[in-house]
T-cell receptor, first 115, second 113 residues
Framework: DAGVIQSPRHEVTEMGQEVTLRCKPI?????LFWYRQTMMRGLELLIY????????DSGMPEDRFSAKMPNASFSTLKIQPSEPRDSAVYFC?????????????FGDGTRLSIL | AQSVSQHNHHVILSEAASLELGCNYS??????LFWYVQYPGQHLQLLLK??????LVKGIKGFEAEFIKSKFSFNLRKPSVQWSDTAEYFC???????????FGKGTKLSVKP
């Protein structure tokens, strides 16, 4: 079975540019999560969706960050404009809610470097 | 609010030593508990989970964890670590009917050959 698929795996861009990260959750999963991981702050939950609807975006650091889930099989996380402090590994995860005992399955992450 | 505390930031062990990583959570109701492992340069992978029944849960690669409700703890154990267990370990909790997991800050394990 295909797991959570993220693209690109690596992104290097200059500050000020728009960055779009993509995620395809596991088919049938109704929860999708975006995380950011850095050495300084560890693993941070940015936003999560249930049935394509954003449930909690309190972890989104600034208005420069936005996330969408136009359908059950695709989500994007956009940073515009990007800044060097946005450099991190961004993980997408999905899970199936069934009595809350289901784990989250993580993608391989996007390693983002803003120069 | 729910929270998860992992007591050790970095643990260094020699091969064949026994491992115990602490995890405490704060939530008064029914919880589901998870341990994830992240090998260097990789994504988080599920090691084991607890949601009901036997409080001693066995996971992959010889890991186990014990849920002690009275202590709000879910410590991870392995009797004999290997160099390949070098990774970061995250404890996570889901309380009640919430959809998201609350993760601890992680514990880095370094195993010396």
């Amino acid at each position: 079975d295909a797991g959570v698929i993220q693209s690109p795996r690596h992104e290097v861009t200059e500050m000020g540019q728009e960055v779009t990260l993509r995620c395809k959750p596991i088919s049938g999963h109704d929860y999708l999560f975006w995380y950011r991981q850095t050495m300084m702050r560890g693993l941070e939950l940015l936003i999560y969706f249930n049935n394509n609807v954003p449930i909690d975006d309190s972890g989104m650091p600034e208005d420069r960050f936005s996330a969408k889930m136009p359908n059950a099989s695709f989500s994007t996380l956009k940073i515009q404009p990007s800044e060097p402090r946005d450099s991190a590994v961004y993980f997408c995860a999905s899970s199936l809610y069934r009595g809350s005992n289901q784990p989250q399955h993580f993608g391989d992450g996007t390693r983002l470097s803003i120069l | 609010a729910q929270s998860v505390s992992q007591h050790n930031h970095h643990v260094i062990l020699s091969e064949a030593a026994s491992l115990e990583l602490g995890c405490n959570y704060s939530y008064g109701g029914t919880v589901n508990l998870f341990w994830y492992v992240q090998y260097p340069g990789q994504h988080l992978q599920l090691l084991l989970k607890y949601f009901s029944g036997d409080p001693l849960v066995k996971g992959i690669k010889g890991f186990e964890a014990e849920f002690i409700k009275s202590k709000f703890s879910f410590n991870l154990r392995k009797p004999s670590v290997q160099w390949s267990d070098t990774a970061e370990y995250f404890c996570a909790v889901r309380g009640g009917s919430q959809g998201n997991l609350i993760f601890g800050k992680g514990t880095k394990l370094s195993v010396k050959p």
